[in-house]
């Protein structure tokens, strides 16, 4: 357990019930100001309570690289990069920022995911050269949108190396693949974290760099259509879902934890659910809350098709949300969001498309007795 953040000290500083980022500053009084302080690079986002875990050992890289999604055994040092826990049926488990030094790779998780991850890596060394550590009481992570270099921080470089990751959502990885058509708002998503050591958190928190609350990061993060472990997935996620092959999956490496359904729905099928973006009706003032249920109009009844993951106020569109809905539900339908008895109505934007998956170009065979005909 961490020491409460600095950052509830500063002037401002609200801290929300119900949020993605417990524990830290969700907003400083005016979440639309911060938002717009990020997007210009001269804001910092306290995320101190989100989890770092390390692993050293000379077999780091390649031992990641046979369990998780991502291609890491070439990883350059200093480089950033992003893999995927899967189960055997290769529903998602736990996602990780990656940054190698040299001489340890540092694993940004979510911080409920820190204790289940290190406990399953622990059991999972066998004879590998490796050693796992929970950190996040040592370092924290601080996150920005530079405009051209990170701010002024001390960043943590134990081994020499700055630790700093540069999420590489903002392109579609080598190897990767994006389902999202047109262009894609991940072009102005420049998100950054840096590590700092944890007893250096106070000293930054009382200097005199601006700071934005979660909810401006969240916002941002929304309107990219960036997906979060404890947001956008449940029990039952695939990535495919959620459009997450463009920055955490390759898709001809070998073999890993879950790659057979990873392979099986991008070439031969299509994922069950589908992320999209909801443009919500502010009228009423309302966020809906993560889960809140998303319903169609099917032949005048409202029928359920999914829920909401991530609400947020954007400061130039509005209200919107991140939602994950069933594949079958027709683009053009007539959406609504049950708040707490308080219908929504929503405009859907398609992120991930009902026909994704299905890539491969196998041969139609003929049906056994079909008449070849001649000309």
């Given amino acids: 357990m961490t020491a409460p953040s600095p950052f509830l000290s500063r002037q401002g500083a609200v801290v929300l019930p119900d949020v993605a980022d417990p524990g830290v500053p969700s907003h400083y009084g005016n979440p639309n100001i911060e938002q717009r302080m990020l997007v210009a690079g001269e804001a910092i986002v306290d995320l101190s309570t989100r989890g770092i875990v390390s692993i050293t050992g000379e077999d780091r890289l390649s031992w990641l690289n ?25 529903r998602l488990e736990y996602a990780a920022g990656i940054i190698d030094d040299g001489v340890t790779a540092w694993l940004l998780v979510e911080a409920d995911d820190v204790a289940p991850m290190v406990a399953w890596l622990t059991r999972m060394k066998f004879m590998m050269r490796v050693e796992v550590a929970d950190r996040s009481a040592e370092f924290a992570r601080i996150g920005m949108m530079p405009a051209q270099a990170p701010l002024d921080l001390a960043v943590a470089s134990p081994n020499g190396v700055p630790l700093v990751w540069t999420d590489p959502w903002r392109d579609v990885v080598a190897g990767g693949h994006q389902y999202a058509r047109g262009e894609h708002p991940s072009a102005e998503w420049r998100w950054t974290e840096v590590l700092v050591f944890r007893d250096e958190l106070t000293a930054l928190a009382a200097g005199p760099l601006p700071a934005a609350g979660s909810l401006a990061a969240e916002a941002l993060r929304v ?39 990873v392979a099986k729905v991008h ?12 443009h919500l009706d502010g009228s009423d003032s309302v966020l809906p809350r993560h889960g809140a249920v998303v ?20 400061h130039e569109l509005g209200p919107i949300a991140l939602a994950v809905v069933r594949r079958n539900v027709d683009p053009g339908a007539r959406l609504t969001v049950d708040e707490d ?15 994704a998956g299905a890539v491969a170009d196998v041969p139609r065979l003929p049906r056994l007795g079909a008449v070849r005909r001649t000309q």
């Fill in 66 to 90: 046979s369990m998780t999604s991502a291609e890491l055994t070439r990883l350059p040092v200093g480089a950033s990069s992003e893999t995927l826990f899967l189960d055997p049926n290769g």
């Fill in 223 to 261: 309107a990219a259509w960036r997906p979060r472990t404890s947001t956008e997935a449940d029990e039952k996620t695939i990535p495919h879902e959620l459009d997450w092959l463009r920055s955490a999956v390759h898709l001809s490496k070998g073999c890993y934890r879950g790659q057979e359904t």
């Fill in 267 to 278: 070439n031969l099928g299509h994922p069950p659910r589908r992320l999209v973006l909801l």
């Fill in 295 to 314: 319903f169609a109009d099917r032949k005048g009844e409202p029928t359920a098709v999914g829920a909401v993951t991530t609400a947020a106020m954007h």
């Fill in 341 to 355: 008895g308080t219908a929504i109505a929503a405009a859907q934007q398609v992120i991930v498309p009902s026909d």
